[in-house]
Each structure stands twice: as structure tokens, then as C-alpha cells.
């Protein structure tokens, strides 16, 4: 069949190349993530300080984040940032050539950004649900506010808020699809480039799309079995 | 950064006409086929169940943009076989194939929203109406339906500001929506505050529609939540014989 024959390794197929764009797709959904997540739990803290700046800048952040489309929130941070560095480089020092900012980089930084914006309610939720009294009894115990967070709150949190945090990996596998239209190459645009090739775009789509479905499957049985690890010794209360 | 306005607000407004457009019909359209798709898969034919399941794994499994690509330019591929068929003239429009993604992607995801309100309305009020010897239709009428938009209510809005922001991929494939005008500006002046305006274009969209959603949503549920929320006495109060005014005010 011709589809075994479009989507070989080798030089007439286009199956490596396709590989390497999901390479691509991974590794920048790989590195995006812990800078996320890192980012959201910065939001969320900020969101539930007790200064009315950090609560407004917060609230600020995860609205605009929330309102735009990422495609849009892409553009911006790759025409933006691209032009920001250039501007701080030749005021630093106006020989300077031109600094290029490559799209997987502006691809981490603006899907990060968004994850965090998600991110930081879900956290912020998980948080507020906790027990506080369990902070007052090691506050009595005489922990620091740095442990109680590593040892107490943060296991916990983690339990609650991972639904919300698995939803948002895989939107963020799906939305890695859009770093495709500031050509990076990824698997979208790998796959774009194949079909412009070979005239054959129905073969080729049907391909990505069940790529994309498998990875997810997988994502959320991985999840779902991270759940049930989690909630293990939870007993069912009895409302 | 304000010439820029000046000069492009007239394109800008045409954009944002034409994401409303897509938005509204794509959403209408999903609202249409995901109440009778949730209503199969949650008390119809077992042969319904799988097709449904793998039809919301799907859509929900895959980026917009795969699913766009898949049905503007992978369709394109039976060119001949869809002139024959006498559909071309509806694959070969972008907008039409926008709607076609758009309004099944959010079907799926509508339909995963209704089946869980389909599932939360209490069993005791179904119960009640079928000893009443209410017929299937009467019940969905009456008291299966009403319960489950009110409790699908909040979710179906973000479901519809999602489609919203989603619907900006629809400019990849040359359609003049508020992204595409923006890009086509951005690409004629190199003026990065075009994205500027536009994502202030997108906030005041998302932020009207949430409000009108809110309103809409309590007009919905006022004879849960009365006409004017209460207002909890001050337990700090040392006036401990007064009522309080607003509460006996708004009864």
C-alpha cells in the first residue's frame, strides 16, 4: 500500500522525519513543563499573600494569560521577545549584531507562560481546599513555614490538584501543534512539509492526528494511574 | 502605536465580525448535535456507546490545528472524487471547513459537559415524575433538561469561550479573523503593538461574554439563589436585638 511506502525511514519515506518533528513535539513539551509549573506555583503563592500588589499582579497575570488565545499569546512573546533582547543588547552595547531568537525557545516561554496562568488556579484551588489545621499543629510543633509547605502542604496539594494538572499536560501536548506556524520544526510542521512534497495531505494528517491521539491515550492512562497511586490510603468520607 | 489604530480598526472590526460569526454558529451548531449525542450515550443502545466514546476520545485526543489541517487540505486530496459528489464547492471555502472542525470538535467537548449534567440531576425528581406516569418526552421536557443545562451552565461558558480563543487557528488557513487581519497588519507595518490591540480585542470579548454569561446564569437559578443574595449578619455586632435591614428589606 502507498502509505507504508509515503511513511518508510529512509530516503523516499517521509517516517524518519516525522520522528525527529515528534522528537521536536516531546522534548519541547518535556522542557516547558517544569518552568510552568514552577511559574504557577509562584502565581498561586502570590495569588494567596496577604500583599494587595502580589494578589492584583497576580490576578492580572492569570486574566490576560486566561483571555488571549495562545496563538496569539506565541506571537507576541516570538515578535516580542525577539525584539526586547535585541533592544537590551544594543543599549548594552550598540556593536552588537543582530541576536536571534530561536523559535523553541520563544515556543517554552509563551506555552510556559500559559500553563502557569492554568496552572496557578488549579494550585490555587488544591491549596485552599487543605486542612488548615494540620499547618496550625506543626506551626504549634514549631516547623518552619518552609518545611510545613515541603512536608505537609505540598504532598497533599499535589494529590488534589493532579486532574486539573494532567488536563493541562495534555493541552499542552496539543498546543505544542501551533509552535508549527512560527516554524519550528516539530511534528505539525514536519508533517506540513511532507504533504507539500508528496501532494498527499489526507495520508499524511490522518497519520499526525493518530500520533497525537496515541500520545494522549497513553498521557492519560500514565495520569490515571498516577491518580490511583496518589489517592491510595484516602478513606471515602462518609458524606 | 495609536496611527496604527487609526489606520487598521476598520480591518479589525471585520475581524472580530467575522471570530463572533464563527464562534456563535460553530457553538449553535455543537449545542444542536451534543444533546441528542448525550442523551444516546447516557441511556441509549450499548451499539451507540463505542462509536460516541471514540468519537470524544478523538476530538478531544487531537490538536485543533491537526483536525483543521486534516479536513481543509488532507479533504482536498478527493478533490475529484467530492466534484463528483457535487460537495467541493463546501471543502474548498476555509469558513465552511472552520465551521465543519470547529462545531465537531465542540460537540465533543459539549457532549462530555451535558452527559455530566445529564448525570447530577436528582434521581428523586425523576423518580416523581415517572410515578406521576409522565411520559419519556414530558420528563426530558420538563425536569431532566431544565436540570442539566442549569448545572451544565458555567461549564458550557467556558466551553464557548475556549472555541473562542481556539477559533484564532482558523487565520493558519487564510481566514480574515481577528488574528488573520492582525497578522496581515503586523506583516505590512513590523509594528508589534498590533498584537497589542488585538489580544485588548480578545479581553473585552472574553471579559463581556463571561459577564452576560453571569447574568444569564443568575437570572437561571433565582429560585435557588433569591432575587438579592443575603447579606450575613456582622457576628462582631454588639447590636444584638436589630434584624437586619437589607435582608427584611429585600423579602
Redesign the interface.
Known sequence: MEWFQYLSFGDSGWGDELLAGLGVTLSLAVVTLPLGLFLGFVVAAASVSGRAVLRTSALIFTTVIRGLPELLTLFIIYHGAGLLINSTVKWLNPDAGFVELSPFVAGVIALGLVFAGYAAEVLRGAWQSLDKGQCEAAQAVGMTRFDTFRLIELPQMLRLALPGLGNLWINLLKDTALVSVIALNDLMRMTNIAVGATKKPFVFFVTVCLVYWFICIVCEWCIAKMERRANRGVRISSS | MFELLINYWPKLLNGAAMTLQLTFFSVAIACLLSLPLAILRRSGHVLWQWPIRLYV??F????????L??VY??????RPELSELGLWWFFRDPYYCALLTFSLNSTAYQLEILRGGLQAVPLGEIEAGLSLGMSSRLLYQRIILPHTYRIAFPALGNEIILM??????A??ITLMDV?GQ??RA?SQTFD?TI??W??LI??AI??IFVLIWRMVERRLTRHINGPVPKIAPNPMSTNTTAKNIEVSNAN
Do not use: C, D, E, N
Open positions: 476520545s478523538f478531544r485526543g487531537t490538536p485543533l490545528l491537526a483536525q489541517f486534516l487540505y488532507g479533504l482536498g486530496q478527493f473562542l480563543k481556539g477559533g484564532a487557528i487565520s493558519v488574528m492582525t497578522r503586523f508589534i498584537y497589542f488585538a489580544a480578545y479581553l472574553t471579559s
